[in-house]
Each structure stands twice: as structure tokens, then as C-alpha cells.
């Protein structure tokens, strides 16, 4: 199960300590180490794309249907494609805003099932409202993304063998999958 990205120093660091698993995708880094003292040979690791660690509890804890991944904006906005979900436009990231459906003042609660990007404009019109109230209409539904998709929508440059790894990992009827196909074709 993907758990996260991290740096080749990290991934470095769990080969020394003899904790990866299996690896997967093809060889990204090449890094030299130090000589032995009794062999005079100098050491390396092969850094691949997708590494598996062994015996981590929190893979389970994050396959586990309660799981949902931390709120942000960033991801959120990625989550709907930087497209405000009122007026439909593609926006810049310092256009966007965080737009409660249900306002917390009225008991809404700051959840990815209550959130969609909006630009400001529109989350400037909707106010402290519904979006009934306002008479504005959602394009989409917003939606909890699993702990894979929440992966992929942390990556900034996800390679073809990571996001195959990744896109196994998607719901069926995941809306990112359904976008991820339509793009493809």
C-alpha cells in the first residue's frame, strides 16, 4: 500500500538499516557511499522508484475504511482540479479559497465532505449561506479521498511506474481515476 513520498536520503537510509522489503519501477538513484577499510571497496545503493518496507502497523491503520487523510488546501485544490466548484472556472492557487458548504457557524464542520475549492469571488457571493440559500449549485460532489489517492494528490511530479502503483491502489468509482482517464485518452 503506498504510505508516502519521501526523499532518496530517507530511502537511502531504510536500505542501510535492511528494511526494505521488495522494490518495484526502475533504478532513480545511484548513490555512492564510503570505502571499507578491509576491502577497499566503495559502497552503493541503487535508489528505486517504489520501495516496501516490512511489518509497518501504520499501512493498516491507513487502509482501514474510518481512515481520512488530513485536510489542506493544497490538496484540496488539487482534489478538484483547481476548478471553483460554484462558477466552474480554473483558477490560480492565490485565486482559490476554502468554501464550507455548510457554514461552521451554522454546524458545518471542516471535513473533505463539507469543502470545495471555490474562488473568491464566488465564496465572497455564497457568504455565510448553503448553497440553496445563495442560489448557487455544486458541479461535484466533494468527496473523503483514500489514503492512495491522498498520496497522489501530495505528489508534484509522480513518474509513470509510481502513478500506476498509485492509480491500482484507487477506488473503482474513484472521481480522481475517472479524470486520470479521461486525461489519458
Not at 40 to 45: E, I
Request: charged share 20%; glycine share 6%.
Amino acid at each position: 500500500m503506498p504510505l508516502e513520498w519521501m526523499t532518496y536520503q530517507a530511502a537511502v537510509r531504510l536500505y542501510h538499516l535492511d528494511q526494505v522489503a521488495y522494490t518495484c519501477g526502475h533504478t532513480l538513484y545511484r548513490v555512492h557511499g564510503g570505502y571499507s577499510a578491509r576491502t577497499g571497496l566503495r559502497s552503493v545503493v541503487d535508489v528505486n522508484s517504489i520501495i516496501a518496507t516490512a511489518g509497518a502497523m501504520q499501512a493498516s491503520l491507513k487502509d482501514h475504511a474510518a481512515y481520512r487523510p488530513p485536510l489542506n488546501n493544497a490538496t484540496l485544490f488539487r482534489r478538484d482540479d483547481h476548478l471553483c466548484l460554484y462558477c466552474g472556472e480554473r483558477r490560480p492557487v492565490r485565486e482559490l479559497s476554502r468554501d464550507h458548504i455548510k457554514p461552521i457557524s451554522r454546524g458545518g464542520i471542516d471535513t473533505w465532505t463539507n469543502v470545495v475549492t471555490a474562488c473568491k469571488r464566488c465564496n465572497n457571493l455564497k457568504g455565510n449561506r448553503t448553497p440553496e440559500q445563495a442560489g448557487m449549485q455544486l458541479l461535484a460532489v466533494p468527496f473523503a479521498p483514500t489514503h492512495a489517492e491522498y498520496v497522489y494528490l501530495q505528489g508534484r511530479r509522480i513518474l509513470a511506474d509510481q502513478m500506476a502503483f498509485l492509480r491500482a491502489h484507487f477506488p473503482r468509482r474513484s472521481p480522481l481515476r475517472e479524470r486520470l482517464a479521461a486525461s489519458a485518452s
